[in-house]
Each structure stands twice: as structure tokens, then as C-alpha cells.
């Protein structure tokens, strides 16, 4: 059963998050156990299921994260492709996949919500990996 | 091989598109054969291949056109859920899926790039839908 309120909402509830970036609004995870080297989420702070339950303000404001976040691992890892993507079906709480994507990924070209198609190549992350994707929020959001 | 180049990029090069709106930087399209009524698909008219490769005004016009889309669909259709992405790996040419969601689809509660899970439900759309959705959009941007 998807949970439909806040009680039940794993990110209304976090405990294992690996925080980012944390802002009054939202805050940036990065998904370390995903075998996406480099993926993150943008999780709205509010229960709010959809996107558009948003007004322009905050969609503008969480779209600005999402761009800082993506020009930021795209600037690190060099993926051949990034994904971007607000599902929530079993978590209807606001948040916004950022995955890059490698030709020998486990699922390329499909998305990584498909069957896998082969093992996925290993992909190590830059030391300061969270440090300058921290920065590159900070400074898009001046 | 995934296009590099306008030249086979199918976004560039559209045949058979079900166009429902259609502006300077960006269209909407119905995706009338995916299996997922109310399906649609905001595709930016220039090929870029990253959400990130857009300016600020331009990310805030497309998720704005998003944005109405998925308002105009929810009320149009009371999906359970909606589900939007960029994802591109076939045809990196920025294009934002917009896809109503319902427990009784064919992938619930997996995304619809999963293995299917059941026969999913027939649904009918309203016979004013691309009417409808066509005044929420140019509603929306005044």
C-alpha cells in the first residue's frame, strides 16, 4: 500500500538519508547505495504529492536545484546522458530523481527502472564529490 | 546507436506527431499509442539534450507548460498518480514525459519503463480532451 500521509512517508520520516545539501524548501540526497555512481534526489521538504501542487515559486525553486544538481554531476562525471524523473507511485512525496547515465550502466539505454541488462562497470566518485556539488547549489541559488 | 545529430533524432525530423499545442520554444503532444490514456509528452523545439542546457527562462517556460499539462490531465482524470521524466537515452533531444497513473495500469505501482505487471485497464479520455488540455495551456501562460 502506498502511504498517504505523512506518518507513513518514508521522506516525511527519514533516518538513513545521506544529506548534501539541506535548504528551508528542499534538500539534495545522494542515493549512495544505488549502483548509480553519482545519483541524487531532490526531496521536497513539505508532504506535497505532485508537482503542480506547487506554486511557480517553488516549482521554479526546486527545477533551480534540479538544473544546479544535474550541470554539477555532468560537470564531475561526464555521464553520457542524465535522467531526470518525479515518479512517487510507491513514495507520493515530491521528490526529483537526478541519475547520471554510462553507456556500460547496468540498464543503458533503458531507464533504471527496467530489467537490468548487464553487470554494471564499476564507476569510482571524486573525493570531494559532496563538497562541490554542495557548492554548485549554493552558488546557483546566489 | 542513440542520435548524436538532428539528422536522425526523431524529434527533429517528427512525422506522425499528435501535436496538441504548439509554441515558439516547445509543443505538446499526445501520445495516443502508448497504452496510457492521457499520456502526453512536452518536447523543446530546438535539440538540446539536457534539461541543464537550458537558461533559467527557458527551464522555468518548459516546466511552466509541464506543469499546466499535469494540473489539466489530474483534473481532467483523477489519476492516482503522475509521473514525469526526462530520461532521453533513445533520443537525447530534451523531451518531459507527462503520464496519469493509475492503480489498475499495466505497470502500477512500478514506472511504466518496468516489466508489466498486469492486462491494464481500458480507459476512455473526454472527447474535448485536446481541446481542454490546449485552453489549460495557454492558460497558464497568460
Redesign the interface.
Known sequence: M?PTSTEACLFCNASSESVVWSGARCRVLHVTDAGFAGFCRVVWNEHV????D?D?TD??HV??V???V??SL?SMLSPH??????????T?HLHWHVIP?YRDDSH????I???PRREGAARALPGDFAAKLRKAIESALG
Do not use: C, D, H, I
Open positions: 502506498t504529492a505532485e508537482f503542480s506547487l511557480e516549482r521554479n527545477m533551480k534540479v538544473a544546479a544535474e550541470r555532468r546522458k542524465m535522467n531526470v524523473a518525479s515518479l512517487g507511485n510507491q507520493p547515465r543503458y539505454p533503458n531507464s527502472w527496467a530489467a
